[in-house]
């Protein structure tokens, strides 16, 4: 079947917002070159969590705020299509200090740290 060249530009088209979107989201995110005293209290939480495991920072531009600590640091979470949690701490200048995920099974773990470090920090 020959396509013809409405279809083709439409199809080209179709590939070039495919590509643009696969390049922003493989897009790796700003990584903070210090970390405040609580930050690292906050990050060594986090690691302890349960099923923690580090996240790629391409997902740090899609993650939401969730809440501030008291230094600035910023915590914020996606929750990726397939249903698994992440979180993310972010400094002042919206450079990544962390990312982490849990698998589904650890969802209470994750939600119980988030909580008790925005009671200690925030």
Same mark, same amino acid.
Request: no cysteine.
């Given at each position: 079947?020959?396509?013809?060249?409405?279809?083709?530009?439409?199809?080209? =088209?179709?590939? *070039?917002? &495919? @590509?643009? +979107?696969?390049? $922003? +989201? =493989?897009?790796?995110?700003?990584?903070?070159?210090?970390? %405040? #005293?609580? &930050?690292?209290? *906050?990050?060594?939480? @986090?690691?302890?969590?349960?099923? !923690?495991?580090?996240?790629?920072?391409?997902?740090? %531009?899609?993650?939401?705020?969730?809440?501030? @600590? #008291?230094?600035?640091?910023?915590?914020? *979470?996606?929750?990726?299509?397939?249903?698994?949690?992440?979180?993310?701490? &972010?400094?002042? #200048?919206?450079? !990544?200090?962390?990312?982490?995920?849990?698998? +589904? *099974?650890?969802? $209470?773990?994750? =939600?119980? &740290? @988030? =909580?008790?470090? #925005?009671?200690?920090?925030?």
């Amino acid at each position: 079947m020959f396509i013809g060249m409405t279809e083709f530009d439409g199809v080209f =088209n179709l590939s *070039v917002k &495919a @590509l643009d +979107w696969l390049m $922003e +989201w =493989n897009t790796e995110a700003e990584i903070a070159s210090s970390i %405040s #005293k609580t &930050a690292q209290k *906050v990050v060594e939480k @986090l690691i302890a969590t349960p099923g !923690m495991t580090m996240a790629h920072s391409r997902d740090f %531009s899609r993650a939401r705020r969730l809440f501030t @600590l #008291k230094d600035g640091t910023t915590v914020k *979470v996606l929750t990726n299509p397939v249903g698994v949690n992440h979180v993310f701490l &972010a400094d002042s #200048k919206e450079k !990544m200090i962390f990312g982490g995920y849990v698998g +589904w *099974v650890h969802n $209470e773990n994750f =939600n119980e &740290a @988030l =909580n008790d470090i #925005k009671k200690e920090f925030s």
